[in-house]
Nanobody, 116 residues
Framework: QVQLVESGGGLVQPGGSLRLSCAASGIAFSFYDMAWYRQAPGKQRELVARITRITTTNYADNVKGRFTISRDNAKNTVYLQMNNLKPEDTAVYYC??????????WGQGTQVTVSS
């Protein structure tokens, strides 16, 4: 059974930081590209950051320079370090694992709220 379990969300003031974690089980983690998506109320889900199996990274333009994605294959975990958070970063953040032949999986999401 595949599970992606996100943690680390919460309420933070503008300019603050959070670190999200996504622990994977039931998959050969090192073979998967991992990503973080987010969905704000009334908006479509959007890609925030991706890290491939060979650790190539890419980011949405509106988080470049503020967010950093990383992975630890020994712990089957992907992280999203979020700095200088803005109110427009408020959303539910989802972890995604994707491999062309093995499948595409999602976590249940973790709420991030940026507000004073």
């Amino acid at each position: 059974q595949v599970q992606l379990v996100e943690s680390g969300g919460g309420l933070v003031q503008p300019g603050g930081s959070l670190r999200l974690s996504c622990a994977a089980s039931g998959i050969a983690f090192s073979f998967y590209d991992m990503a973080w998506y987010r969905q704000a109320p009334g908006k479509q889900r959007e890609l925030v950051a991706r890290i491939t199996r060979i650790t190539t990274t890419n980011y949405a333009d509106n988080v470049k320079g503020r967010f950093t994605i990383s992975r630890d294959n020994a712990k089957n975990t992907v992280y999203l370090q979020m700095n200088n958070l803005k109110p427009e970063d408020t959303a539910v953040y989802y972890c995604n694992a994707r491999e062309l032949l093995r499948g595409d999986y999602w976590g249940q999401g973790t709420q991030v709220t940026v507000s004073s």
